[in-house]
């Protein structure tokens, strides 16, 4: 068997083998149909954070999203969420409608930043990671390794907040399905909602 045989069977043997990793719910496009977590949607919107955010359809969620924003710019960060943050909640749906749980992360695309990225359980199992991927001192990624679960309002979704004190324009928020918590780049099951910074 030559080299470059050998090479190409074991880098077709490493990619299946990556793939078998990933769990079925996850390993599939966002509008695939069929058996055991096809048909798996990303749903994201913005929450009117009962009448505060009144720019924001009063009844967003899950099912009936607002995804577009106008914001005015934050007059301090105020220990994040900041004082004009915006609320930004999401949920997977299967093929009946039903939320289901797993890894997810919330990516910041523009201006502003993550300013929130709570742990889904508190003292439990499931943790949350806020980070600043491209080190331009704004933190970026909120990777959530699953869905609220805390006896309170908002079970069964995954929560963050964005905020920006500085500069106008848009800020986009990708949320997507992220076993591997690097992100919605390479992701397929995912949604976006958009914030237009103004003052």
């Not at 496009?29 to 919107?45: E, I, N």
């Not at 919330?106 to 199992?125: E, H, K, L």
Request: with cysteine; glycine share 10%; hydrophobic share 30%.
């Amino acid at each position: 068997m030559s080299k470059l045989t050998r090479r190409t069977g074991v880098a077709v043997a490493a990619a299946t083998m990556s793939l078998l990793a990933i769990p079925a719910a996850y390993a599939h496009d966002s509008g695939g149909d069929g058996d055991r977590g096809d048909g798996l949607r990303a749903r994201s919107y913005i929450n009117s954070d009962m009448g505060a955010n009144r720019s924001v359809d009063p009844n967003s969620s899950c099912r009936n999203r607002d995804q577009a924003d106008r914001q005015r710019l934050s007059s301090r960060a105020s220990g994040d969420p900041g004082d004009r943050n915006v609320h930004n909640d999401a949920c997977f749906l299967d093929k009946n409608g039903v939320k289901s749980d797993g890894p997810a992360s919330f990516q910041s695309f523009g201006v502003g930043y993550i300013s929130a990225c709570p742990d889904p359980d508190g003292a439990g199992p499931k943790y949350a990671v806020l980070r600043d991927t491209n080190r331009d001192g704004r933190n970026d990624l909120c990777f959530q390794s699953g869905y609220q679960e805390t006896g309170l309002s908002g079970d069964m979704e995954f929560h963050a907040r964005v905020n920006n004190t500085t500069e106008l324009g848009d800020q986009r928020v990708t949320w997507c399905s992220d076993a591997d918590a690097d992100g919605c780049r390479d992701e397929d099951v995912k949604d976006s909602i958009s914030v237009r910074w103004v003052r």
